[in-house]
């Protein structure tokens, strides 16, 4: 899969700015058209996503086909120097379709027939979908494959959902059936099913899980999720065979998501899996600005913290392919951005890895569901509102930044993210039943390098450990021995590893380790944890750790000691004066253990040793924490992002001369932000 003719970048040396653009809401309005050409100007747009909900425009009954309008489209971006983004448009199929071949409609969990309507909702082991999707991707891929303003290939949209019909029943069989060697007995073993009798004795015994039938069983419930994964990329693949072979130096990609109701990564798929089957890796980002829940500040650093993930996915530049210039419409409360918050908003995602900004939707529509969903032009067709002129700002400022295209970061420091373990642990029956909160707690561990402007690599099982001097595993519960033998390795040749409790609790079946923690884990980090505590929110307890005391939430791990040192121990209660915080030296590295869920305060104490005896990256920019600081580099310069996530006015001090890139003013020493305000610098590293 790895071209390096694919990389986007070849194509476009200039960062995208544009969005969703859909012509076919509009074809018996041809003064609006032409509209959108001279405002797509207007707003300093280049890049728009095209199709991705039009195939009952171009295939109006079967077999029948209309891509004229396409075609002026195609000419009319083309003629302002735009580029186009092409989709696929599997997301949401033509009422002919489903009325013909009824198995493209998807079974619930419930086992109940969906009907015709809405969108994201097809079977996607359907032979006949497939087939569909297939052909019209050729037709388009041969009618626009050599057109000079295709840039990309936008690859269906928002992937997600499962189906639970026949067909997938069969599949999910067929790849137990691979996965445990057609042996019942391996899937028995692996799915501990004699609890409760359930040792299945035929394999068409076996039904995907449901709240209905079988759901308790974590082995299958993990293997339905990991199956559900490889579903999809299977339907994708096959979306994108034509594509390869008709344009295959056109790269391809589909636009992942993050789960918006707390910002954390997409729940449904494992885009670990996913990343390597697109060229770049491209996201939808809809962060609730301004809600009254947390500070500006708390919500950038979860955005963060999902770039960083989604950026080392495949080490390289992302896109931000959908995102508001203003309000969404699926909130519960629609808050309008605040003026200056689009280009801050803009400028971190550039930050931290980006080489877009792409919004949902240039033009609002008329009618239907997304009608009040914040877009380029409004309803008043007008380039005069606030949210036009934002845009605009934006457009005229990107402009200015086209030097950032392709720039990487190094990071010294990595965060484990794991989907199988947030599965597993989501779905385990122990513990706190609404304390685990694993993505919550890693963004808690990020929380103190980004308040302290340090690099971090959010990265998965599938990246390699070794180029990082830190890295930090919390609550990695499920962890198989090939990864405790990938800690062990890093470990033994001088990195510094941090895990936490709830860790290395079962393997990779979802089934616990027997005879105590494993010995790979034992030795690394010189203790035992021998039981885990779980606290009621009243709980009182704390950790001492360097004569400071800390507050204990949800958890505490008792640790017996096999030769680590005691960094802190727990204060109260039968294991009051027991470790609690554990190091160790392990060949050339060192390995920490933190037994109980610790408070921002203890992260930052913490880390802030760490970050010393490593000599962590220094930006040489001093900055209060809702300030964030990010950096990309070139062979040549570092590019440094200044973000003012508060309502007031910041002063950073800059402890090196830096260009600004918008204005072109020589920065140094103490500068002041205003509200929501940035600065994107330049600074030689000659
Ligand atoms: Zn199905």
Redesign the pocket.
Known sequence: MQNNKRTYVSDANFILHGGDYSPEQWLDRPEILTDDKKYMQLAHTNAFSIGMFSWSTLEPKEGIYNFEWLDEIFENIHSIGGKILLATPSGARPAWLSQNYP?VL??NEYRQKHLHGGRHN?????NVYREKTQKINRMLAKRYGDHPALLMWHVSNEYGGE???????V?FRNWLRNKYNYDLKELNDAWWTPFWSHTYTDWSQIDSPSPIGENGVHGMNLDWRRFVTDQTISFYKNEIAPLREITPDTPVTTNFMADTNDLIPFQGLDYSKFAKYVDVVTWDAYPPWHNDWETTADLAMKVGFIDDLYRSLKQKPFLLLESTPSQVNWHKVNKAKRPGMHLLSSIQMLAHGSDSIMYFQWRKSRGSSEKFHGAVIDHDNSTENRVFQEVSKVGETLKKLNKIVGTNRKADVAILYDWENNWALNDAQGFGMETKCYPQTLQQHYRTFWEKNIPVDVITKENTFTDYKLLIVPMLYLVSSDTIARLKSFVAKGGTLVMTYISGIVNENDLTYLGGWQDDLQEIFGVCPKETDTLYPRDKNYVNYKNKKYEIKDYATILGLQGAEIEGNYEEDYYANTPAITSHIYKKGKAYYIGARLNEEFHEDFYDRLINDLYLNDLSIESPKEVSVQIRRDSENDYIFIMNFSERLQTVNLKQEIRDMITGELLEGEIQLEKYGVIVGVRSRQ
């Open positions: 198995e998807r079974v097809h079977c996607f082991t359907s189906c639970h019909c026949d067909r997938c029943q599949a």
